[in-house]
């Protein structure tokens, strides 16, 4: 098990975590503090968001995930449905299932105000461009670090709001240099507990390499990643501390294992980078 604080200094291994990489590592550091959660239930990919509190800005947010099932991808719906307006946001869209998120929104009588990236997808071409094509009032949002096209550029601790609610964003480097995990506020006023859209940095009894911080958040956070190929839909920070086979390993065990993954190259990296780099634009893609 890693110690109670720990930091690691990682120089350089050959693999991502989830499907491939395509961009340079440098030096991270991490610190890990272990913990004994209880499990998290799974839930269904087109559940509700819900919470035990009693709190009323629980029931501000409407949550929903969907799958995009070639790529395995998780697109995740967020909106503050108490607002008069019910500004929503799109998550990780996929080019495939624009149309299906669209309709769904539409059905829910929500205002689509942003479409965000957690990082440039190797593994599909994001939906962000063709929302944009019908839907131009939409801003796509992606880092600044990921030296892509967007209209919004984010950077460590800016805060997007949607409504009365906002997500914080947090700079999760390592898969790729300008990974970036969405988070929820940690006001009164904000949903409880706390969700994270990590991307690829950190799934479900995996990663994709990152510096770990996103494990400084409570406990009971939910973690929601970009991708998962077992089935599952959501963890949280303190199940992965327990039951990650990765994360509960020693410094060198660790290393061994994300340098000897042996994945396979990504059938779709040579059309998803070239198109995601300018945030998914079909004309500008071909």
């Known amino acids: 098990m890693l110690p109670k604080m720990m930091r ?5 291994v050959s693999l991502f975590a989830s499907k491939a990489s395509h961009f340079p ?11 004994i959660p209880n499990p998290t239930r799974l839930r ?8 035990s509190s009693s709190s009323s800005s629980s029931s501000k947010l409407l949550f929903r995930q969907l799958f995009e099932m070639e790529s395995s991808t998780y697109t995740y719906l967020l909106a503050d449905a108490s607002h008069p307006d019910k500004p929503a946001l799109l998550i990780d869209p996929v080019d495939k299932t624009v149309d299906r998120d669209l309709s769904l929104i539409q059905e829910l009588g929500l205002k689509l105000v942003y479409a965000m990236n957690t990082h440039v997808h190797a593994d599909h071409v994001t939906g962000t461009g063709l929302i944009k094509s019908k839907v131009p009032d ?3 949002v992606i880092s600044k670090a990921s030296g892509a096209t967007a209209d919004l550029y984010v950077e460590p601790g800016d805060k997007v709001r949607f409504g009365d609610l906002f997500l914080e964003v947090r700079a999760t ?7 970036i995990t969405y988070v929820t506020g940690d006001t009164p006023d904000q949903p409880q507990p706390r969700m994270a859209f990590t991307g690829d ?16 958040l409570p406990k009971d956070t939910l973690i929601y990643p970009a991708h998962d190929y077992k089935g599952f839909t959501v963890s949280t920070v303190g199940e992965e501390l327990q039951y990650n086979p990765r994360l509960t390993k020693d410094e060198e065990t660790f290393k061994n294992i994300m340098a000897n993954l042996n994945l396979s190259y990504p059938k779709l990296i040579d059309i ?5 780099i300018v ?4 004309s500008k893609a071909s």
């Open 8 to 12: 690691f200094h990682f120089t350089r």
């Open 25 to 35: 590592l440098t030096p991270i550091s991490i610190s890990i503090s272990t913990a």
């Open 44 to 51: 269904s990919q087109m559940g509700s968001y819900s919470t």
């Open 138 to 140: 939409v801003k796509s």
């Open 173 to 179: 480097p390592g898969h790729t240099l300008g990974c």
């Open 201 to 216: 940095a950190i799934l479900i009894r995996g990663c994709g390499r990152t510096d770990f911080q996103i494990f400084t």
């Open 272 to 276: 998803a980078v070239p198109a995601n």
């Open 279 to 282: 945030c998914g634009v079909q």
